[in-house]
């Protein structure tokens, strides 16, 4: 049974990541769209969603 599931439980975790990656992608858009519009508010949810989302990154070992 493990050998069924060990193949499946990494390709979850290498979907997880790609997941990862484009919400950081999206997430850096929306970054630099507040830092080009001096929006202060908009900057610190961001900046406070990209270091939860690096948190998350570092959790999975990548």
């Known amino acids: 049974m493990k050998q069924v599931a060990t193949p499946w439980k990494k390709r ?3 979907n997880h990541r790609a997941v ?5 992608d999206y997430e850096l ?3 630099y769209e507040a830092i ?3 929006d202060q508010d908009k900057m610190k949810k ?3 969603k990209l270091e939860q989302l690096r948190k998350e990154m ?3 070992g990548v």
């Open 12 to 14: 979850k975790e290498e």
């Open 20 to 24: 990862l990656k484009l919400e950081i």
């Open 29 to 31: 858009a929306v970054l």
């Open 36 to 38: 080009q519009d001096s």
């Open 46 to 48: 961001s900046k406070s």
């Open 58 to 60: 570092l959790s999975l």
